[in-house]
């Protein structure tokens, strides 16, 4: 359901974000290329950020691509490149249970939404005009879980560590 009080071109452009994201996370997820997949999920995270953009989040947009596309996905595609990983097809990867998986990724996606319906079903969204600090926002976000912020740097570095010390050759 479109929104009827803001613009057609916004409401557009919104679907073909949308249309891009949809292909792009197909990509990610049927790609037997780990390099193509991963540039897919670029795209993918990149028209999260659009969408913000689309939501006048800006800071939220930047941060989008500052983290996710800049560092995780630079850092990912460090780890691939540095691994002694087969690029291009591989048979042995193809798992031969997909038939099961399907059900059951199903079952957990029901399950989901469910329990998304169930527990905020009630709750109500501000009608004050929707304005929020900056500052309430970032301590929000990052007084209480300054410590895991913190450790996962450290584990971004560990994987980076050990992607070069699996890469040398002796």
Known sequence: MLAQNV????????????????????????????VHAALALVAVLAGAAAQYLLLAAEFVAVTQILVYVGAVMVLFLFGVMLTRAKLGRDADLNNKNAKVGIPVALLMLGVMVYVLIDGWHATKLP????????????????????????????????????????????
């Open 127 to 170: 009608q004050d005009g929707g304005q929020v600090e900056l500052k309430n926002v970032s301590d929000s976000i990052f007084v209480p879980y300054l410590l895991p912020f913190w450790a996962l740097s450290f584990v971004l570095l560990a994987a980076v560590i050990g992607a070069i010390v699996l890469a040398r050759k002796d």
């Open 7 to 34: 613009q057609v071109a916004q409401n557009i452009g919104f679907g073909i974000i949308a249309a891009v994201m949809i292909a792009s996370a197909l990509k990610v997820v049927t790609s037997s290329n780990v």
